[in-house]
């Protein structure tokens, strides 16, 4: 039984939502009313979690596709504007992890992340931002990675990538605003999601990966409350040490190295 229905009605779209962060939020979502598509690569991961959504009396619709391929997330918007009339929300939360460091890396694993954890959202935004911007109204959420922000070591197509998602979005907040269209980013620290399960990390609270459902509540938080940008689980924490490393590089990359941020793999 959805616990408000705070967003009944709404139409949702949640790419990546096979697993993860995009799985807790298509999950939310649908509890809480809203018709939600969901997006991934995998037809039977996707079958599954609306199979069961739907056990459960609410709605949830599978739309298998490959957003890093630009024709595939253009025929996702396109059949739900089609289906449903309306888009209200869109949210990317697609991402894969490449498990390497930046001197082994080949320059074709880093497209291939680029392609889809960056292009794969560019591609779904732009094309829902023309009926979005059509009605004059809409919210974008973009689930980048506190390492779109300061970068941690080892994955660099995963960090270009998220430092590159980082941009996006605040370029589009700045040139939507006033159109009616919101924009939301998500800084998630260390998620228990299948991207991390190889990566060793300390046993600090710094660096405990919390569970996706807790990203999900705050992304329907920002949602509901009309916020710019969520940064979790330790948002203090986190900005005192996005200041800090601002201000000097040597010292952010002292606290990365210090209390071992990054992890190994």
Known sequence: MARSGRFKEYVVVVVGASSG??????????????????????????????????????????????????????????WVVQTFGTLDILVNSVGIYDIRKVTEADPADIEEVMRTNFFGPVYCTLKALKEMLKKGKGVIVNVSSIEGKKALKHPPGYVCSKFALTGFTDLLRQE???????????????????????????????????????????????????????????????????????????IGDWFVRRYNLSGEF
Request: glycine share 6%; aromatic share 6%; hydrophobic share 40%.
């Open 21 to 78: 962060i995009g799985k807790a939020t298509a999950e939310a979502f649908s509890r809480e009313g809203a018709r939600t598509i969901l997006s991934a690569r995998s037809a039977d991961k996707l079958e599954s979690i609306a199979k069961a959504l739907r056990s459960e009396g609410f709605e949830a619709y599978p739309f298998p596709s490959d957003v890093s391929i630009r024709q595939q997330a253009e025929r996702l918007i396109d």
């Open 176 to 250: 939507l605003y006033g159109t009616g269209v919101r924009v939301v980013g998500v800084y998630p620290g260390y998620v228990n999601t299948p991207l991390i399960e190889k990566l060793r990390l300390p046993d600090s609270k710094a660096t405990k990966p919390i569970p996706p459902e807790q990203v999900a509540v705050a992304i329907l938080d920002a949602v509901e409350k009309n916020k710019a940008e969520v940064i979790i689980p330790n948002p203090t924490s986190v900005k005192v040490f996005l200041t800090l490393s601002t201000l000097s590089p040597n």
